[in-house]
C-alpha cells in the first residue's frame, strides 16, 4: 500500500515537474522551435507564434523540408543542422513577412544519431516609424533583405557577441576583409536591437570629401553656396533613435574625425552654418577592412575617435579561416541562383570538397560570385570539381575604370571565349555559338594562350 503511495506521489511530482518545464518554454523571451531527428516540427513556443505570426497547429507534425518547399520559411537551421549534424545558425523569413534569426543545436542520443533540434529563435522583424519612412534617403538606408547561414563556431561567437551587443546601445566596431560579412552583421545588430528608428549606411570612402560634412551633420539656410534653400538634416539626424552605421570608417578625412568624436561624446550635432545644436540618440556602428592600428601609428586615425568606436569590438575571421561555412554557403547561394535563373544545378562532392580548398581572398562575396557563376556557365546539372578549376583560372573581368578600351575589350574577349567553352566543350560548337569560323576560334586561342578540351 505504502508503495503504492510512494509511486502515485513520484508521478504527481513528475507532472507538476513537466507542468513547470512546460511554463517555463512557453514564457521564455525567446522563441522555441522543436523538431524530431527528420526535420519533424515537435512543439513551438507561444513566443514563437508570436514572432513568427503562425499558428501552432500549422507547424506541429509538419517536415521542416515541407515547409521550406511550401515557401512558409525561405530557410531553416533545424535542415541546415541536420545536414552537417553540427549547429547552425540561419536568418530568415517567414511568408508572415516577420524576419527571424534562428540557432539550431542537435541533441544526440547514445548512438551518436540525432534525436531532437532545439532552435532559439529572436525576433529581427523591423518595426519601422512612419516618419522614418518618409524622411530617409531610400539610396543610402537598408539593403535588400538577405537570408544567412553560419555552422563555424567562430561565427557562432560574431553572431552571439552582435546579439549581445544589440542589447545595449554601445558603439560597435566591426573589423574584418572585404566580402567576410561586416554589413550583414550591422544590419543583424540593428534588427536585434527592436529599436524603432532607422538603419542609414554612409559609405565613408564612397561619398566626396566636400559634400561627406554636410552629409552627415546636414546643414542650415544658406550656410554654404549650393546649399539648398531651407537647409538639410545631416545622416545622423535621420538616424536618430536608430542605428548609423560608418562603413569604410578608416578613411574618414581627419578633421571630420574630431568632429565625429564630438557628436559621439556630447550626443549632439551642430548643422554647418548652425548656431544651436540638435540632441542625438542613435547608435554608431563603423567598420573597415583596414588595419586601423596601422592607421593610428602613422597618424591618419585618431586614436581618442577610435577608442570611442572600439567599445564593442567584432572581428569577423576570413572564410578560409572557417572552412565549415563553405559548404553549407556554397549549396545556399546554389538555391539562390537556382530560383533565380529557374535553373536545377547542384554540386558534386567533389566540387564542394574543391570550394572548401579555395583560397577566398573575396570571401564570402566572392564564393557568392563563383557559385553565380557556375549556375549560369556550367551546362549539365551537376557541377563538378573540373568546373570550379576552370572558372576559377579565368581572370576576372578589369574593374570598370580600370585599364584601356583596349586592354578591358581582351579581357572580356577572354572571358567569353572561356565561358563559350566551357558551355559548349568543343571548339567546333563554341565558334557556333559565338558566330564565328571555327578557325578563328583557334586562333584567339592561341593568341591568349588557352588550352582545348577536344
Ligand atoms: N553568412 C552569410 N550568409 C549568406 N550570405 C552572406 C553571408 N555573409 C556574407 N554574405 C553575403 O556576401 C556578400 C558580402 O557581404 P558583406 O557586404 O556584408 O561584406 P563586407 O564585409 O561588408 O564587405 P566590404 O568590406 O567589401 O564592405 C553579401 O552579398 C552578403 O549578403
Ligand atoms: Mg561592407
Redesign the pocket.
Known amino acids: 500500500m505504502d508503495a503504492k503511495k510512494e509511486l502515485v506521489n513520484q508521478l504527481k511530482e513528475v507532472i507538476e515537474k513537466n507542468e513547470e518545464l512546460n511554463d517555463i518554454i512557453e514564457n521564455l523571451c525567446d522563441g522555441v522551435y522543436i523538431t524530431d531527428g527528420s526535420g519533424k516540427t515537435l512543439r513551438v513556443n507561444k513566443t514563437y507564434e508570436r514572432m513568427s505570426g503562425l499558428k501552432k497547429e500549422d507547424l506541429v507534425g509538419k517536415n521542416m523540408e515541407e515547409l521550406v518547399k511550401e515557401g512558409v520559411f525561405s530557410q531553416s537551421a533545424s535542415l541546415q543542422v541536420l545536414k552537417l549534424k553540427a549547429p547552425a545558425t540561419v536568418m530568415y523569413t517567414v511568408n508572415t513577412g516577420k524576419r527571424l534569426l534562428a540557432k539550431g543545436v542537435p541533441v544526440f542520443d547514445s548512438f551518436g544519431k540525432i534525436k531532437m533540434i532545439v532552435n532559439n529563435v529572436w525576433d529581427l522583424t523591423e518595426i519601422y516609424s512612419l516618419e522614418n519612412e518618409t524622411i530617409g534617403p531610400k539610396a543610402s538606408s537598408l539593403q535588400q533583405e538577405?537570408?544567412?547561414?553560419?555552422h563555424s563556431p567562430a561565427?557562432d561567437k560574431v553572431v552571439e557577441l552582435a546579439l549581445k551587443a544589440s542589447k545595449v546601445t554601445s558603439n560597435v566596431l566591426i573589423l574584418?576583409?572585404?566580402?567576410?560579412?561586416?554589413?550583414?552583421?550591422a544590419n543583424l545588430i540593428h534588427k536585434a536591437s527592436g529599436v524603432k528608428g532607422t538603419f542609414i549606411k554612409v559609405n565613408c570612402a564612397a561619398i566626396p570629401e566636400t559634400l561627406l560634412e554636410s552629409e552627415l551633420f546636414g546643414y542650415e539656410y544658406g550656410s554654404f553656396t549650393g546649399a539648398k534653400k531651407d537647409g538639410k538634416a545631416g545622416l545622423f539626424q535621420m538616424a536618430n533613435n536608430g542605428t548609423i552605421f560608418l562603413?569604410?570608417i578608416a578613411e574618414l578625412p581627419t578633421h571630420l574625425q574630431a568632429k565625429l568624436l564630438r557628436v559621439i561624446q556630447d550626443k549632439e550635432v551642430i548643422p554647418i552654418g548652425a548656431t544651436k545644436s540638435i540632441a542625438i540618440e542613435s547608435r554608431v556602428i563603423a567598420?573597415t577592412?583596414k588595419n586601423i592600428e596601422t592607421a593610428i601609428d602613422t597618424g591618419l586615425f585618431r586614436e581618442d575617435l577610435y577608442y570611442r568606436l572600439n567599445v564593442v569590438s567584432i572581428k569577423?575571421p576570413p572564410l578560409r579561416n572557417r572552412v565549415e561555412?563553405i559548404q553549407p554557403?556554397a549549396r545556399?547561394?546554389m538555391d539562390l541562383f537556382n530560383k533565380k535563373y529557374s535553373l536545377n544545378k547542384r554540386l558534386s562532392k567533389g566540387a564542394l570538397e574543391a570550394l572548401e580548398r579555395s583560397q577566398w581572398r573575396g570571401?564570402?562575396?566572392e564564393l557568392?560570385n563563383t557559385i553565380e557563376r557556375l549556375a549560369v556557365v556550367v551546362d549539365g546539372n551537376v557541377i563538378a570539381a573540373e568546373d570550379i578549376a576552370i572558372i576559377q583560372n579565368k581572370p576576372l573581368l578589369a574593374d570598370k575604370g580600370k585599364g584601356s578600351l583596349k586592354e578591358q575589350l581582351m579581357e572580356l574577349e577572354v572571358k567569353l571565349l572561356r565561358e563559350s567553352i566551357v558551355v559548349n566543350k568543343t571548339t567546333r560548337r563554341a565558334a557556333k555559338a559565338l558566330g564565328i569560323d571555327q578557325s578563328t576560334l583557334v586562333r584567339k586561342l592561341q593568341k591568349y594562350g588557352m588550352k582545348m578540351m577536344d
Open positions: 538577405v537570408d544567412f547561414i553560419f561565427m574584418g576583409e572585404s566580402g567576410v560579412g561586416k554589413d550583414v552583421i562603413d569604410e567598420a577592412n569577423i561555412d554557403l545556399y547561394f570571401n564570402v562575396r557568392e
